[in-house]
């Protein structure tokens, strides 16, 4: 089956210590039509993240010196570039830090380049956006919050809220469907752009960190409501 298109040539960040796996990474993903670039230390990985030359970034954890995890909260604290983090297969603690710290999604190692590109190009579809109708111009209003599709911008009660990628991805989802449940696996599909893996607890904590993120009604509540067992859904005041 054939992708959908991309943007032309999406420019990608590797930042791996293992110079033979990020160069067999490279040349496969060039054939798939990415502009890819890498590097081999954490250093030197946030500064050509924050160059603003790239369109989203690989980043393994597992790195002397300067990790990924560390790599990836310096990033965070400049920007809200898509990050796709490499973990290590059947580590949860990396994976659920890393989300917490605003990866955007991960993938265990050791990991198949077609697995790899499937994820990056999930991500891309959601932030790279080519200019739509009135359905995207359009804001989408639950007052307080204000969501802009297009322009991918958030504002509560009249305030800009910092979301990554990802964030604001399950958080139009959910917006879009106010006061209805929303599946997780609806959710990892429309948000994540990927099926839901079996105890996968990626969506938990990207909703962990919106509510945080978000303010709260007047009587208190969040206005993401955990539907137990079935998935999430957005309150109206």
């Given at each position: 089956?054939?992708a959908?298109?991309?943007?032309?040539?999406?420019?990608?960040?590797?930042?791996?210590?293992?110079?033979?796996?990020?160069?067999?990474?490279?040349?496969?993903?060039?054939?798939?039509?990415?502009?890819?670039?890498?590097?081999?230390?954490?250093?030197a990985?946030?500064?050509q993240?924050?160059?603003?030359s790239?369109?989203l970034?690989?980043?393994?954890?597992?790195?002397?010196?300067?990790?990924?995890?560390?790599?990836?909260r310096?990033?965070?604290?400049?920007?809200?570039?898509?990050?796709?983090?490499?973990?290590a297969?059947?580590?949860?603690?990396?994976?659920?830090?890393g989300?917490?710290?605003?990866?955007?999604?991960?993938?265990?190692?050791?990991?198949?380049?077609?697995?790899?590109?499937?994820?990056?190009?999930?991500?891309?579809?959601?932030?790279?956006?080519?200019p739509?109708?009135?359905?995207?111009?359009?804001?989408?209003?639950?007052?307080?919050?204000?969501?802009?599709?297009q322009?991918r911008?958030?504002?509560?009660?009249?305030?800009?809220l910092?979301?990554?990628?990802?964030?604001?991805?399950?958080?139009?989802?959910?917006?879009r469907?106010a006061?209805?449940?929303?599946?997780?696996?609806?959710?990892?599909?429309?948000?994540?752009g990927?099926?839901?893996?079996?105890?996968?607890?990626s969506?938990?904590?990207?909703?962990?960190?919106?509510?945080?993120?978000?303010?709260?009604?007047?009587?208190?509540?969040?206005?993401?409501?955990?539907?137990?067992?079935?998935?999430?859904?957005?309150?109206?005041?």
């Open positions: 089956m054939t959908p298109p991309m943007p032309s040539d999406p420019r990608v960040l590797l930042v791996d210590d293992d110079v033979e796996l990020s160069r067999m990474l490279m040349e496969y993903m060039g054939g798939e039509g990415f502009d890819v670039h890498a590097v081999h230390d954490g250093e990985g946030v500064g993240a924050l160059s603003g790239y369109d970034i690989v980043v393994d954890v597992m790195m002397p010196r300067l990790n990924g995890v560390e790599v990836l310096r990033i965070r604290a400049r920007s809200s570039l898509p990050v796709l983090m490499l973990t297969k059947g580590d949860d603690i990396d994976r659920v830090v989300l917490e710290l605003g990866a955007d999604d991960y993938v265990p190692k050791p990991c198949s380049p077609r697995e790899l590109v499937a994820r990056v190009r999930a991500i891309l579809r959601r932030t790279q956006r080519e739509g109708g009135e359905e995207l111009n359009s804001p989408l209003e639950v007052a307080p919050l204000v969501l802009w599709p322009k911008s958030v504002e509560w009660d009249g305030t800009p910092a979301l990554t990628s990802t964030e604001f991805n399950l958080l139009e989802v959910l917006v469907h006061g209805r449940v929303v599946s997780k696996g609806d959710l990892s599909e429309q948000g994540l990927r099926p839901l893996a079996r105890y996968d607890r969506i938990d904590v990207h909703l962990s960190s919106l509510r945080h993120k978000l303010g709260r009604y007047a009587d208190g509540r969040s206005p993401i409501e955990t539907v137990r067992g079935i998935g999430y859904q957005y309150l109206r005041e």
